[in-house]
């Protein structure tokens, strides 16, 4: 009874003619007009009808109905095992070598190929059907066969495949296998980056818009917000993808929630408000209606999870999802998305290891772009991800190299918000290699911000992770925190963290890092409570009395500002404050020895120069080596010499 309810079954129609009508009304509402919902009932009626009455024939056709236009239309296990089991039956009464029987071997192969992310089967059997001269069987086994090989390696045997149902449908005589063969000749080309893909779509939309026809008209939908997403069109793109959710769960496409997940997903992450989707992508990870291939979803919460700052959990969805889609596993059409997912939240983590075996995976797929699906979302150029994970590993000169063809291949797709998100990563990676004062780094950068405010989009974090800025209004200043912790000091940039043991260098950044835009005299910086009071060289104090009282009066200030400032929860500003104070108690404390007598230091700018430098250096990479994200931030931001300072950019 459950499953009954599960597939919409109407009750069946009485009268000598019930099969026969039944049938007719499923395969007009399949392949006709593309209304799987519908066409499930009918045959539903239909199956039962067949087997009360011991009709095999009938029996088969209603049990090949179920199956649908798509591979695995059935998600939920109690469903997909009774169509299964029909099929199984039918094919067990009629005869072996009819053309009927051919078409339900090819629809079971294809469902067992799909599940286990292999195609031999179902290619053997387009061979057979070929073999046959059945045109309805080759040209059901050339679409089944189609959904099999949906991986980045199959590219061209995909094609051929379209190509193929193209010409088969002129023998067949059905519409639904011409719109079908369009349809993926579209998609192929759309996932191989072929520039005339929109030439072949205005075919499909033309061929559509004379006589609907669901199904198709769900995916050509879904294409269409993918290509809204491309101009940076946000509002639109949303829109869109809401009314193809609505219309896809009418006509009982059960991808229709995984497209719509992927297409609100990709927005937002454009947007800079990926943390916002972590509710609702933590709920559907968990949902049985999603392909047992789709690895999105998981790609998706991970980096959600990273940017809302939840990096254990950011951790564990990267460790799940690499064992999903590692060298061996099954590579379906969320293959590429899985994978940019697991590049992005491997360079927030700082994690290395799984950034080099993600390029190790990716490279011979470089020129492709990263779509989702039928195409229903795209992240740009597969070149992109290759930068950003060769940033991971510390390999700026591959990085720019790839960086560089992600810009040209993301504007070839003329996909304008991808093109933002890779010039800043490629002025991350040309500072990283370049250092601070590269030209062409900050030309990147600059073009990128204006290109955003542009689209109305935010200015992108760069590769180092630091929080985004708004574009056209509502900048904000990137917030990187240093922090004493016992013996360790904690330097945090976003959802990234670096933990490093105290030392001399370690003191001196964090009063650059809390004096941001300041510039410090190395020689201020070298004198500490550890420094020598030995030395007969001429002095002079630390802090003079002036100082010390203005000091004084600034700390006064500052306690009334953040009181009311964290009364207000305006949090973000009273941490900044809060460092200020920090610092200046530091200071105050640093130039005083016991009982309250002046520090004083000696006068010798150029040996503070030299010791100052090395030590912020050597910092520097301990830091790097913890993170390579913040440790990139740093070398790019911060400066030595008689003047030190921090300057984010």
């Known amino acids: 009874m459950t499953t009954s309810r599960e597939l919409d079954v ?14 007719a009304a499923g395969e007009r509402a399949l392949l006709d007009e593309g209304d799987l919902r519908t066409s499930r009932i009918r045959f539903d009626a239909a199956y039962r009808e067949a087997e009360r009455w011991g009709d095999g024939q009938g029996m088969a056709r209603a049990a090949l109905g179920l199956g649908g236009l798509w591979v695995h239309e059935h998600r939920m296990a109690a469903v997909a095992g009774m169509v299964r089991a029909r099929q199984r039956t039918a094919l067990s009464l009629i005869d072996p070598q009819s053309s009927l029987a051919l ?54 045997l995909r094609l051929e495949l379209a190509r ?30 072929d520039p005339h893909a929109e030439r072949s779509m205005r075919e499909l939309r033309d061929l559509l818009a004379r006589r609907s026809h669901l199904a198709a008209g769900g995916v050509l939908e879904s294409l269409e917000v993918m290509l809204s997403i491309r101009l940076g069109r946000f509002e639109e793109a949303e829109a869109l993808a809401g009314t193809c959710a609505k219309r896809g769960e009418a006509t009982g496409d059960v991808s229709a929630t995984g497209w719509y997940a992927a297409q609100i997903g990709t927005i937002r992450w454009y947007q800079g408000r990926i943390a916002e989707c972590l509710p609702a992508l933590t709920d559907l990870v968990g949902s049985p209606v999603l392909s047992p291939l789709d690895n999105a979803c998981y790609a998706g919460l991970a980096i959600a999870a990273a940017h809302s700052g939840d990096r254990r959990l950011a951790a564990g969805t990267l460790a799940r999802l690499r064992g999903r889609v590692q060298d061996g596993a099954p590579r ?18 700082g994690d290395a290891e799984a950034a080099s075996q993600a390029y190790e995976l990716l490279s011979p797929f470089a020129g492709l772009p990263t779509l989702v699906g039928l195409g229903g979302a795209c992240l740009g150029s597969v070149h992109h991800s290759l930068g950003v994970a060769s940033l991971t590993t510390g390999d700026a000169d591959t990085a720019v190299g790839h960086l560089v063809k992600a810009v040209d291949g993301n504007l070839a797709l003329w996909h304008w918000p991808a093109v933002v998100l890779s010039r800043t990563r490629l002025g991350e990676a040309l500072t990283l290699r370049d250092g601070p004062r590269s030209e062409a780094a900050r030309a990147s950068l600059d073009l990128a911000a204006q290109e955003a405010a542009q689209l109305g989009m935010p200015v992108p974090a760069e590769a180092s992770g630091r929080p985004a800025k708004v574009g056209r209004s509502g900048d904000r200043a990137p917030v990187l925190v240093c922090e004493r912790q016992g013996r360790q000091w904690r330097v945090a940039l976003g959802s990234r ?14 009063t650059l890092i809390n004096n941001p835009g300041q510039e410090i005299p190395a020689i201020i910086l070298a004198m500490g409570p550890a420094a020598s009071s030995g030395d007969s060289a ?32 305006q949090f973000e500003r009273a941490a900044a404050l809060s460092a200020e104070r920090r610092w200046l108690i530091a200071e105050l404390a640093s130039a005083s020895g016991l009982g309250g007598r002046t520090r004083r230091f000696v006068d ?23 993170d390579a994200g913040i440790g990139a931030e740093l070398r790019a931001t911060v400066q030595t010499g008689l003047l030190c300072s921090y300057h984010p950019k």
């Not at 089967?121 to 061979?127: D, E, F, K, P």
């Not at 912020?616 to 913890?626: Q, T």
């Open 10 to 23: 109407a009750p069946a129609t009485r009268g000598d003619d019930a099969l026969e009508l039944s049938l």
């Open 103 to 156: 078409r339900l071997r090819v629809r079971l192969a294809a469902e067992k190929d799909y599940a286990t992310g292999e195609h031999a089967s179902i290619m053997a059997l387009v061979a057979e059907a070929r073999r046959a001269g059945h045109p309805v069987a080759l040209a059901e086994a050339l679409s089944l066969a189609h959904h099999c090989v949906l991986g980045p390696e199959h590219g061209a």
């Open 164 to 193: 193929e149902l193209i010409g088969e449908a002129s023998r067949t005589g059905r519409r639904a296998d011409l719109l079908m063969g369009l349809l993926w000749h579209v998609v192929d080309l759309f996932s191989s980056a």
């Open 332 to 349: 379906s059409n969320t293959w590429l998305f899985a994978m940019y997912g697991v590049v992005e939240v491997a360079h927030l983590l």
């Open 497 to 510: 963290t670096a933990l490093v043991g105290d030392s001399v260098g370690m003191r001196h950044l964090a």
């Open 538 to 569: 001429p002095a002079q104090p630390v802090l003079d009395d002036e100082a010390k009282r203005g000091y004084k009066r600034r700390l006064s200030e500052l306690d009334a500002e953040i009181e009311e400032l964290e009364s207000a929860d």
């Open 604 to 626: 010798s700018e150029e040996r503070a120069r030299i010791a100052v430098g090395k030590a912020i250096r050597r910092v520097l990479k301990r830091i790097a080596d913890a």
